[in-house]
């Protein structure tokens, strides 16, 4: 059983991940849009369902498999697991902060410039990368 939750743990980070990089960049494009224009509406149609219908379950499938690898697979004490963990605690930060920029949007609230999404966009890809690392290489 522990390959097959493996299997469905990786199917849901990428995902997660691939929600997590885009959803940032149509920000992006949003935060440049008209206010009330077909564009931005279409914007708030894609980013509501990104949200809700791919990237949140991904992300809940995501803890709950990884949790239930962490317990069956005997890593708990891993420090490598530790610093892991922090790390996606952190990712989980940043899927909160893109629900708040999600609804700020779907509200006409345009509180920050198309350089702050930009900057954003790259947070979840350093924090994959930082991941990847710990969970390949185990370095402690």
């Not at 997660?16 to 708030?44: C, D, N």
Request: proline share 4%; no cysteine; hydrophobic share 55%.
């Amino acid at each position: 059983m522990y390959e097959w939750i493996k299997a469905l743990h990786v199917i849901a980070v990428i995902s997660w991940m691939a929600g997590m990089l885009y959803l940032p960049r149509l920000m992006v494009y949003h935060s440049v849009s008209e206010i009330g224009s077909e564009q931005s509406e279409t914007f708030k149609v894609m980013e509501r369902r990104l949200l809700r219908a791919i990237m949140t379950p991904a992300m809940l499938v995501s803890w709950a498999a990884g949790l239930y690898l962490i317990f069956d697979g005997g890593w708990l004490l891993s420090g490598w697991l530790h610093a892991k963990l922090t790390l996606v605690v952190l990712m989980s930060a940043m899927h909160g902060f893109n629900a708040v920029w999600v609804k700020e949007f779907a509200n006409d609230l345009r509180k920050r410039p198309q350089r702050f999404y930009r900057m954003a966009n790259e947070v979840p890809t350093l924090l994959m990368i930082g991941i990847v690392i710990l969970v390949v290489v185990k370095p402690f």
